[in-house]
């Protein structure tokens, strides 16, 4: 079994694609003759693959990252708000231009499910109003999408307690 | 409707308006305006101006499924000795609503 790739093989792998090849995790020597001996290192149980499939892996430009914050993380970024040291009273001035402007209003009076569609995407010129009107749009959805599921949920139960009666 | 998508495919996708976003968007706004929503139970509305005002939206809204946040939103409800920086957000937050009250 081929655990690792010739040289001459990766070479002409980054002429054709242009990307640099991706090892699998086992370094050299390593899984020729594990299989026999029912002895693998790989935590997770992989097995090696064979040469052919490896050859195909190769490194994208641009890799999806997870996102790892931990509930500190979250904690310490949004502590840098702290009330001396950052300017609270533009955010606080911003809010305010929001209550006076006349999309605040439309919050309470229109929830329609278009009017929520619109601002969901974002559309307002301020960078902390378009944001902000954009985060509690996104809520409002969720709660009146939440809300529809849940009545069905809610009609369903009243069935199944009428049909045990 | 069971779901996301029967809402979606039953009241979303017949709106009159050209704009209607796919289905993937919308469940995606969904699932970030849950978390936005868990982290304004813990913190109130004020967290959500913090969030904006730092730019911080997307990493909130990418971070793992909702247990981070719901961590986040119990630890400003109660917060304890585990971690010494939430009195700084609470005091942020309470200071916005002094000054600014939403009604």
């Known amino acids: 079994m081929q655990t690792h790739i010739n040289p001459s093989d990766e070479e002409s792998y980054a002429q054709v694609t242009g990307k640099n090849l991706r090892y699998h995790p086992y370094r050299e020597g ?3 003759n594990d299989h026999h001996q029912g002895k693998r290192n790989c935590k997770r149980n992989g097995r090696v693959k064979a040469g052919a499939a ?3 892996w190769g490194i994208g430009e641009k890799m999806a990252k997870t ?3 931990s509930c500190e993380a979250v904690i310490s970024a949004l502590a840098v708000a702290h009330p001396l040291r950052c300017d609270l009273d533009t955010w606080i001035e911003a809010l305010q231009d929001l209550r006076a402007d006349s999309e605040y209003g439309s919050f309470l009076v229109d929830d329609s499910m278009a009017t929520v569609l619109q601002r969901c995407q974002g559309s307002t010129n301020s960078f902390l109003k ?4 954009s985060m509690l749009s996104r809520v409002q959805l969720a709660i009146k999408c939440q809300r529809q599921v849940l009545s069905l949920l809610q009609v369903l139960l009243v069935y199944l307690i009428f049909l045990s009666l | 409707m069971r779901s996301l998508r029967d809402v979606y495919h039953s009241v979303v996708a017949k709106l009159p308006d050209t704009q209607i ?3 993937r968007t919308f469940v995606e706004w969904n699932s970030f305006g849950c978390k936005f929503a868990c982290l ?3 913190g109130t509305v004020y967290l959500l101006l913090m969030i904006a005002a730092l730019d911080l939206r997307w990493s909130v809204a990418k971070a793992s499924h909702g247990r981070v946040l719901w961590e986040v939103a119990k630890l400003l409800r109660a917060p304890d000795d585990s971690c010494e ?3 700084y957000c609470i005091g942020s937050c309470s200071q916005c609503c002094i000054q600014s009250p939403v009604t």
């Open chain 1, 30 to 32: 390593e899984g020729q």
């Open chain 1, 54 to 56: 490896v050859a195909n």
């Open chain 1, 67 to 69: 996102s790892n914050m």
């Open chain 1, 130 to 133: 378009g944001e902000f009107i």
């Open chain 2, 21 to 23: 976003p796919s289905c």
């Open chain 2, 40 to 42: 304004a139970e813990g």
């Open chain 2, 85 to 87: 920086r939430s009195p």
